[in-house]
């Protein structure tokens, strides 16, 4: 028996669009801390600086890099 198909997939700038709410919402159904919740929130739409310019994040997570809390 066993398998007789492989699927090998990248799905391109899957992170970048994941709406923020849809994050919260299911962090929020594991974390009932609404300080935890604000964080990741403010994690999510902390925004970019792309060449000087700065680029706020509507949607999508970042991945990897540092954050600092406002």
């Given at each position: 028996?066993?398998?007789?198909?492989?699927?090998?997939?990248d799905i391109e700038s899957f992170f970048d669009n994941i709406p923020h709410?849809?994050?919260?919402?299911?962090?929020?159904?594991?974390?009932?801390?609404?300080?935890?919740?604000?964080?990741?929130?403010?994690?999510?739409?902390?925004?970019?600086?792309?060449?000087?310019?700065?680029?706020?994040?509507?949607?999508?997570?970042?991945?990897?890099?540092?954050?600092?809390?406002?």
């Amino acid at each position: 028996m066993g398998f007789r198909w492989v699927l090998d997939a990248d799905i391109e700038s899957f992170f970048d669009n994941i709406p923020h709410e849809l994050i919260i919402d299911l962090v929020a159904e594991r974390v009932a801390d609404g300080n935890i919740l604000a964080i990741i929130r403010e994690f999510l739409t902390a925004g970019v600086m792309e060449d000087d310019f700065f680029l706020p994040t509507l949607q999508g997570t970042p991945q990897g890099g540092g954050f600092l809390p406002s």
